[in-house]
């Protein structure tokens, strides 16, 4: 079929892999602004986050979910059943692999998942800018053995090299469909989940090594306040430990005030207006391996 301006095609396309191959830079690049969280430490995904690209003749649904690991908790369980419960969803599954990385038995995982897919595959070669081209030539025939890709696209997410061309090959693998947002929507989650995840963000950014993935972030109050127009949100974030709490406050609040002075700034781009943010802590022992905790703070199963 020809994509013709009278053709409009559009799809569901998911994108898996190893935590910290760049899947979430890929997806704010493509959608033009940050949706899902970015940090050099690995699993930060934890939902589906579904942005929306449109042109003028397609429009393509990313799904960018948890990277693919071996679950150490209930809330580990939850996102693998998330990231495995996309590759019956979608029409088109992106493996995004790292070329600065060696294939190992992570990558034996995914593709051992891939082959009970049963939509197309698009190898997704990232970070091209870090490596010469000939160890990219390498690193994909070594991937030809493993799987039969229907495309093996390189590109560099975080310098959007050769990006446009990864959307061209998804269209023209997209049948014939609806435009299911509309055009100037980018995300189908609501903005208090993406102010969370932005607050979460910068926790992560600015604690490193101290703070392991025991952070979630709860919006206990969102609201625009008619006299000034300025939007009021109070947050919480949610610790396992009291010594956790201690370094996210900071001494003298330092660190608190940082974080939510570089979530405000996000979070003002995201909604157009500015913004008074509020911060608390709270400490909330062991709550990855709650179902009430998990259910509270936006880990809903049912809805996978």
């Not at 009278?6 to 799809?11: A, D, E, H, Q």
């Not at 071996?70 to 088109?92: I, S």
């Amino acid at each position: 079929m020809n994509n013709q301006a009278n053709v409009f095609k559009s799809g569901f396309v998911s994108i898996i892999g190893r935590p910290n191959v760049g899947k979430s830079t890929l997806i704010n690049h493509v959608i033009g602004q940050k949706i899902a969280i970015m940090s050099d430490k690995a699993q930060t995904t934890r939902n589906k986050i579904q942005g929306v690209y449109t042109s003028n003749d397609s429009q393509i649904v990313f799904i960018d979910t948890p990277g693919i690991h071996k679950p150490k908790h209930k809330l580990g369980d939850f996102m693998m059943k998330v990231a495995q419960n996309t590759l019956r969803e979608v029409d088109l599954v992106l493996y995004v692999i790292d070329a600065t990385e060696r294939f190992g038995p992570g990558e034996e995982y995914i593709i051992e998942r891939l082959k009970e897919a049963s939509a197309k595959v698009f190898l997704v070669i990232n970070k091209i800018d870090q490596i010469e081209p000939e160890k990219v030539m390498r690193v994909i025939d070594e991937y030809h053995t493993k799987y039969p890709f229907e495309e093996v696209i390189p590109i560099s997410a975080l310098e959007g090299n050769n990006v446009p061309t990864l959307l061209e090959q998804i269209t023209k693998y997209l049948d014939e469909g609806p435009q299911y947002y509309p055009s100037d929507q980018v995300t189908d989650h609501p903005e208090r989940f993406v102010v969370a995840e932005l607050i979460r963000e910068k926790v992560l950014h600015l604690t490193r090594e101290e703070i392991p993935h025991s952070v979630a972030v709860n919006i206990e109050q969102m609201k625009k306040r008619e006299s000034n127009e300025t939007v009021y949100i109070g947050a919480t974030v949610i610790v396992e430990r009291s010594s956790q709490k201690g370094i996210i406050i900071g001494k003298h609040g330092s660190m608190l005030k940082e974080v939510g002075k570089r979530a405000r700034a996000d979070i003002e781009s995201l909604l157009g207006s500015k913004v008074f943010l509020e911060l608390w802590v709270k400490v909330q022992k062991d709550w990855r391996n709650k179902a009430s905790h998990l259910q509270e703070y936006g880990f809903k199963e049912d809805e996978y």
